[in-house]
């Protein structure tokens, strides 16, 4: 699974869980539906910015980490 899938995923399970409707959800974050459409499936390219708003409404964070040594390549 990619890390786009991935995060489509989380999101997407987020969103069923507060018992959210896509439509809700990209009207609260202010993207498109077919945007946030693409991004649960995992074929969306969202910006850092609309990644943020979207995980804001869902009660998330998006955060970045750094990789143990031995997973660098």
């Known amino acids: 699974m990619t890390s786009s899938e991935?995060?489509?995923?989380l999101l997407r399970t987020r969103?069923?869980?507060l018992q959210l409707r896509q439509r809700d959800l990209a009207e609260l974050a202010?993207?498109?539906l077919r945007g946030l459409s693409a991004?649960?499936?995992?074929?969306?390219?969202p910006?850092?910015?609309?990644l943020s708003?979207?995980?804001?409404v869902l009660g998330l964070e998006v955060t970045l980490t750094q990789k143990p040594r031995?997973?660098?390549s």
């Open 39 to 45: 991004i649960e499936s995992g074929r969306g390219n």
């Open 70 to 72: 031995d997973a660098e």
């Open 30 to 32: 202010g993207v498109g």
């Open 6 to 9: 991935k995060i489509g995923q």
């Open 53 to 56: 708003e979207i995980a804001g």
């Open 15 to 17: 969103r069923k869980f």
């Open 47 to 50: 910006t850092l910015n609309q």
